[in-house]
């Protein structure tokens, strides 16, 4: 249960960040809430086969991790490359699609957890694990059109 209640809260940590955006990142977002509903339905229902093995519960496939890793390179291909950790703030937005990564996070480790003792379907797993690195692109993205990352400064405020 505690791996289904934590796909849950991150299916409404994704919610948030939606109702401060608009445009492609929403539309992606409001498919990703479905496919996290599809996700708690598959980690709810024991067996956690993988679809193409005749299980006929609703399961996470292929396509979708593939979808998010698609998205994730057309996000990433305007973006500029990483040069220091990024701070989950800037605006509003921003902050919220850092805040629904954290809370993917936590449902991607409850989701490890609960495959160490039973069997998970790996799409799942993968699509967790995915869609935080999604989250991550689109704050970036969202960031980039509102200024750019704010950027850790290591050590910035040991003198103060």
Not at 39 to 46: F, H, K, L, N, V
Not at 70 to 80: G, Q, R
Request: charged share 20%; with cysteine; net charge negative.
């Amino acid at each position: 249960m505690a791996a289904i209640g934590e796909v849950d809260e991150a299916n409404s940590a994704i919610g948030m960040a939606m109702a401060l955006l608009d445009g492609e990142i929403a539309a992606a977002l409001t498919r990703i809430q479905n496919e996290m509903f599809d996700c708690g339905a598959d980690i709810a229902t024991p067996g956690g086969g993988d679809a193409s093995e005749g299980d006929h519960a609703l399961r996470i496939i292929k396509g979708q991790v593939d979808r998010l890793e698609n998205e994730i390179d057309t996000m990433n291909a305007s973006l500029s490359p990483l040069t220091s950790f990024i701070l989950p703030g800037g605006s509003a937005a921003v902050a919220a699609l850092h805040f629904a990564r954290g809370v993917v996070r936590r449902a991607e480790r409850a989701a490890v957890a609960l495959a160490a003792a039973e069997r998970v379907n790996p799409h799942a797993l993968a699509y967790l694990n995915r869609l935080s690195d999604h989250l991550f692109v689109a704050a970036r993205s969202v960031a980039a059109g509102e200024g750019g990352d704010v950027l850790w400064q290591p050590g910035a405020t040991r003198d103060n």
